[in-house]
């Protein structure tokens, strides 16, 4: 046993419950703190035996921890940052913990991009598992083949969910910038994180500046489908190989069908000089996007010399992520979905999905505009076109609206007016109660109702669930 205590302020944070539980693995002592503590993180270290004192306090430090880790949640003002402060009580940042204990003298490959990032560095980390290469990772969301969001695997890999999101109040640079990038996947590039960042140029100068610390022995496999990833991608000091569905792309998925259990496609690699060079895939994902986040891990498996056969063992017997197109029930032949989508583009392809995976049956999406983007007008136009697969809408009133400035919040009422507008049955209720009322009476079996958040919506899910099995 190791003898160090390291105190978790935030622990409840995805990025940071996975190293605590990696940590508490390795012999050390762990402690923490959060006041938002709610499944699937709770759940998952309430399952590895760490203990969570609910709620900030200078009195959680008093057994003086030899360090403490400071989520990027936080900032000056918290009664545990202002005490480590106070008591010179040596600190450091998640992403740096991370690089320090975990990434550093292993081949390190990072999945980045605006979308997908948790399925891909899923659907990685099981095709190197499935090829028994023993990697480490750390993934934002609890990974089902794994039952868990982290590994400290004894290979010489370690693959990381790299989030383009600050580093913590004393740190703002991006996530990324510590895990000390061998090998990339560059997905996809959208303005978001409107709280940290100015526009989108701002977004792309991060990703330059990360292009740059890959070594010219390391590879970037990028989407070549996105105007705005290709415009970082001068960048490079390294080799770049694209992949996507247009015909310029390196890699590129060809002859796209959707099947009863996910999508069908081929890949054709343009980057070979093998005769043999297309070669046929299938998944257990729903949409365009998810054919996309598979053509990356194609392209580092076999990078890695991981054979196209381990490949596609790994493919079938993937289960996706937690909070990912996630069924929660099935309530008298209503099934009610749970995912994690928040900004426009999200929540479109993940409607697409549904849609694509329940051809025929009424489709109801649920909406809590959450993010720091999200509660904002920037993206209402492209919010608004973002359901239109969907036969019926449900909003609710924008997280911290009072603390929204008037002129750039989210007009929910237009939404609203707009979808009715175009035969689209749009409503908005400011109580969660009221939503489940709602669903409770209008729902049918053979519906589908699609629950997107990026936070805990109050529990909706079980509740709908509860109130479907009383009616």
């Known amino acids: 046993m190791n003898s160090k205590l390291i105190h978790f302020t935030g622990i409840c944070g995805t990025g940071m419950a996975s190293l605590a539980v990696l940590l508490k693995l390795r012999g050390f002592r762990i402690q923490g703190s959060d006041e938002n503590v709610y499944p699937p993180m709770s759940e998952f270290l309430a399952e590895n035996k760490v203990v969570v004192q609910s709620g900030y306090a200078a009195a959680n430090l008093d057994t003086v921890p030899d360090l403490v880790v400071i989520g990027n949640a936080l900032s000056r003002g918290n009664s545990e940052v202002e005490a480590v402060l106070e008591r010179k009580l040596s600190f450091i940042s998640m992403a740096e913990l991370l690089k320090e204990y975990f990434i550093r003298g292993k081949t390190s490959l990072v999945v980045t991009g605006t979308h997908g990032k948790t399925t891909t560095t899923s659907l990685l980390s099981w095709v190197f598992e499935t090829a028994e290469k023993k990697p480490g990772f750390m993934i934002g969301g609890i990974a089902e083949n794994f039952g868990t969001s982290c590994q400290d695997g004894a290979g010489s890999y370690f693959i990381t969910e790299g989030d383009e999101y600050d580093t913590a109040f004393f740190d703002k640079r991006s996530k990324f910038f510590h895990y000390l990038p061998d090998q990339l996947i560059l997905n996809n590039l959208e303005f978001d994180h409107a709280d940290i960042f100015d526009s989108l140029e701002d977004i792309k100068k991060s990703f330059r500046l990360m292009l740059r610390l890959i070594p010219q022995n390391g590879l970037i496999v990028a989407n070549g489908d996105d105007l705005n990833v290709s415009s970082v991608l001068e960048a490079a000091y390294s080799p770049v190989l694209t992949f996507g569905l247009g015909k310029t792309c390196d890699v590129q998925a060809v002859n796209l069908s959707v099947t009863e259990s ?54 079938d017997s ?64 492209a919010l608004i076109n973002s359901f239109r697969k969907a036969d019926e809408v449900i909003l609710t009133t924008p997280f911290r609206l009072e603390t929204t400035p008037v002129d750039k919040r989210l007009a929910i009422q237009e939404v609203i007016k707009v979808l009715n507008e175009e035969n689209i049955s749009a409503h908005v209720f400011p109580e969660v109660s009221e939503i489940i009322d709602y669903l409770k009476t209008n729902c049918h079996a053979d519906d589908v109702v699609l629950i997107m958040s990026n936070g805990k919506f109050d529990n909706i899910h079980q509740r709908l669930l509860r109130a479907l099995k009383l009616n």
């Open 262 to 315: 996910g999508m069908s496609f081929e890949v054709l690699d343009k980057s070979s000089d093998s005769s043999n060079n297309k070669q046929h895939f299938k998944i257990n994902l729903f949409g365009e996007y998810n054919v996309r986040n598979a053509l990356g891990v194609i392209m580092l498996a076999r990078h890695n010399a991981i054979d196209d056969q381990t490949i596609q063992v790994a493919f």
């Open 318 to 381: 993937f289960k996706s992520v937690r909070r990912r197109q996630e069924v929660r029930g099935v309530v008298n032949g209503i099934t009610v979905y749970d995912d994690f989508a928040h900004h426009p583009t999200a929540i479109r392809e993940t409607v697409n999905a549904i849609r694509q995976k329940h051809p025929g049956q009424r489709l109801i999406a649920v909406f809590e505009p959450r993010s720091n983007t999200s509660v904002l007008n920037i993206h209402q136009e």
